[in-house]
């Protein structure tokens, strides 16, 4: 499919999904106290560059839980995935995940894999609207492949790699409030639409 089909595809279905038209926002419970904004989403989708620029126009702090859990860690990523394992790295995340609970106007980038695991994801909608940045494989590798910093992708076929991660990934991407994506869209185009969407939220909802 190309970047366009990818986008309406996604898009579209997310919002059948909110029953809300297209590029529509899933209507949030208001059960939900939402103060932060979470962007999830594979690696290379720009969770890192999109979220500091929306966290500066919000006024929000940006946060990014692969750093809080190098700082927690003591070490980096590739060091924590190579001497302890993609599981205990997992366990990082989902005790920094925990953390989050406390955080109020934050924009918090999550690591790629953060929200496969269901309680992750089921936390973060306590407090944050969860924004899931979308793209497909070949733009997904096009953005990361002069990177080396992402154990998961050395491999010898790293596209490949991407396909299948994505493919498995894309029902749990499927689970966040809003769905948007980055084909097609310059990165100022896609914090407009992510801040555009956390208004509209925080607008159906009173007090914060
Ligand atoms: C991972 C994504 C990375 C990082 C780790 C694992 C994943 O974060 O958390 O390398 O499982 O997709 P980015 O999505 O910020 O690259």
């Given at each position: 499919?190309?970047?366009?089909?990818?986008?309406?595809?996604?898009?579209?279905?997310?919002?059948?999904?909110?029953?809300?038209?297209?590029?529509g926002l899933l209507i949030v419970s208001t059960a939900r106290d939402i103060h932060n904004l979470a962007l999830v989403g594979f690696m290379g989708t720009g969770k890192?560059?999109?979220?500091?620029?929306?966290?500066?126009?919000?006024?929000?702090?940006?946060?990014?839980?692969?750093?809080?859990?190098?700082?927690?860690?003591?070490?980096?990523?590739?060091?924590?995935?190579?001497?302890?394992?993609?599981?205990?790295?997992?366990?990082?995340?989902?005790?920094?995940?925990?953390?989050?609970?406390?955080?109020?106007?934050?924009?918090?980038?999550?690591?790629?894999?953060?929200?496969?695991?269901?309680?992750?994801?089921?936390?973060?909608?306590?407090?944050?609207?969860?924004?899931?940045?979308?793209?497909?494989?070949?733009?997904?590798?096009?953005r990361v492949n002069h990177q080396s910093h992402r154990p998961l992708l050395q491999t010898p076929d790293p596209l490949a790699k991407i396909r299948q991660l994505l493919?498995?990934?894309?029902?749990?991407?499927?689970?966040?409030?809003?769905?948007?994506?980055?084909?097609?869209?310059?990165?100022?185009?896609?914090?407009?639409?992510?801040?555009?969407?956390?208004?509209?939220?925080?607008?159906?909802?009173?007090?914060?």
């Amino acid at each position: 499919m190309n970047a366009r089909g990818w986008r309406r595809a996604i898009e579209e279905t997310a919002c059948q999904q909110a029953g809300s038209g297209l590029s529509g926002l899933l209507i949030v419970s208001t059960a939900r106290d939402i103060h932060n904004l979470a962007l999830v989403g594979f690696m290379g989708t720009g969770k890192s560059s999109v979220g500091q620029l929306v966290a500066a126009q919000l006024h929000f702090r940006f946060v990014d839980t692969d750093e809080l859990v190098e700082a927690r860690a003591g070490k980096a990523i590739s060091a924590i995935f190579a001497e302890e394992g993609e599981l205990q790295f997992r366990e990082h995340e989902r005790a920094v995940v925990e953390e989050l609970r406390n955080f109020h106007r934050a924009v918090i980038a999550t690591g790629g894999g953060l929200v496969t695991q269901e309680t992750n994801l089921a936390s973060l909608k306590t407090h944050a609207l969860v924004v899931c940045l979308w793209a497909s494989p070949e733009t997904i590798w096009e953005r990361v492949n002069h990177q080396s910093h992402r154990p998961l992708l050395q491999t010898p076929d790293p596209l490949a790699k991407i396909r299948q991660l994505l493919s498995e990934r894309e029902p749990f991407y499927r689970k966040a409030d809003v769905l948007v994506s980055t084909e097609l869209r310059s990165v100022k185009e896609v914090v407009q639409h992510v801040i555009h969407q956390f208004r509209l939220e925080r607008g159906q909802t009173t007090h914060r």
